[in-house]
């Protein structure tokens, strides 16, 4: 099958490369122009344009367009819509692979004239060799003639499935990253007590011994060992502040709208935010405030 790919960073290189192990074709473009030749000596058709891309891929033996968008989420994915746009029609299929909120793939279906599947990835850059996990929302034709790519980019058959219509795919992929952060935030507290408890513990042991077997193991508890084992126990001079959120936050205010409790996700897209304050003001009011209604020391800076 011939696939465009657009969009070639630490995402979308996976999905040229295997692709191309599977024997399909790939025509790829990206802003970047190393990007693209890269893709080039990997064995992609490189296209200079999205509009090369598509005159590139309407040469194929197929009828109709397959082309996959592994931009960064928002303007991105808008401003290559805009540029597919005048290319497209009904017998073409466009798959948006990023983290794309879903009420904005809706918008996208809606608008667009080729077939649209918005798809939630999982995995990130590690899952190279393995392949990803694939949530899939769409038409369920778009999604039938595109199962050789799936099956390809994924970890095989059962690493892809259509979740339902529009948005549904990303829907829960939104979902999915707020259970991650509930996890790493389990993990993250249940290793800070062991760190800073009564035992003098090798926290790469820990992860290991529980990755072999017990309840709780994982393949986040396997990043938890690969970590300790390269960062040490204390984990050196990694900082005590976490990027990104926007997924966890999509997830939070999609549980309020449904009036869903989720306070586990909540804590962890919270305790994020607090990651990145110096001082919370929270926390500078309460002390001065024990001083106001019990005369309790004010600890200054
Ligand atoms: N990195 C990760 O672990 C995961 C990322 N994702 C999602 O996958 C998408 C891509 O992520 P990454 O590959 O990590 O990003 P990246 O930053 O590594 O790559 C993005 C690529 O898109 C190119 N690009 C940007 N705008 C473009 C445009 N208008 N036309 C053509 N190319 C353009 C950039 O030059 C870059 O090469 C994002 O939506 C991200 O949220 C999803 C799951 C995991
Ligand atoms: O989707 C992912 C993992 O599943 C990506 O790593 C994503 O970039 C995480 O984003 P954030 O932590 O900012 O929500």
């Avoid at 969009?7 to 473009?29: K, P, Q, T, Y």
């Avoid at 809606?110 to 990835?121: F, I, P, Q, V, W």
């Amino acid at each position: 099958m011939q696939l465009g790919v657009i969009g070639l960073g630490r995402m979308g290189r996976i999905v040229v490369d295997r692709s191309l192990a599977a024997g399909h074709e790939v025509v790829a473009f990206d802003l970047s122009a190393e990007a693209t030749a890269a893709a080039a000596e990997a064995g992609a058709t490189p296209a200079d344009s999205v509009a090369d891309l598509c005159e590139r891929l309407a040469d194929g033996p197929e009828p109709g367009k397959r082309i996959w968008l592994m931009v960064p989420a928002g303007d991105a994915v808008d401003a290559t819509l805009a540029e597919l746009e005048p290319h497209l029609d009904d017998e073409d299929v466009v798959v948006d692979g990023g983290n794309s909120h879903f009420a904005e793939s809706v918008r996208r279906a809606e608008s667009t004239a080729a077939a649209y599947l918005d798809c939630g990835t999982s995995g990130g850059p590690a899952s190279a060799e393995e392949g990803f996990s694939l949530m899939v929302g769409g038409p369920e034709r778009a999604y039938n003639a595109l199962v050789p790519v799936f099956d390809a980019v994924a970890t095989g058959p059962d690493g892809h499935d259509r979740m339902g219509p529009a948005g549904s795919g990303h829907y829960v992929k939104m979902v999915h990253n707020g259970v991650e952060y509930a996890l790493m935030q389990a993990y993250g507290e249940g290793f800070e007590l062991l760190a800073d408890g009564r035992y003098d513990l090798d926290l790469e042991a820990v992860a290991r011994t529980w990755n072999n077997g017990a309840v709780i193991r994982s393949w986040l508890l396997e990043l938890c060992e690969e970590a300790f084992r390269e960062e040490g126990s204390e984990l050196g001079d990694v900082a005590d502040h976490i990027a990104g959120g926007s997924t966890g936050t999509w997830t939070v205010e999609e549980a309020l709208e449904q009036e869903v409790p989720v306070p586990l996700i909540y804590a962890a897209l919270a305790e994020r935010f607090d990651s990145r304050n110096e001082g919370r003001f929270s926390r500078r009011l309460a002390n001065r405030l024990r001083y106001g209604f019990g005369r309790h020391e004010v600890a200054r800076e």
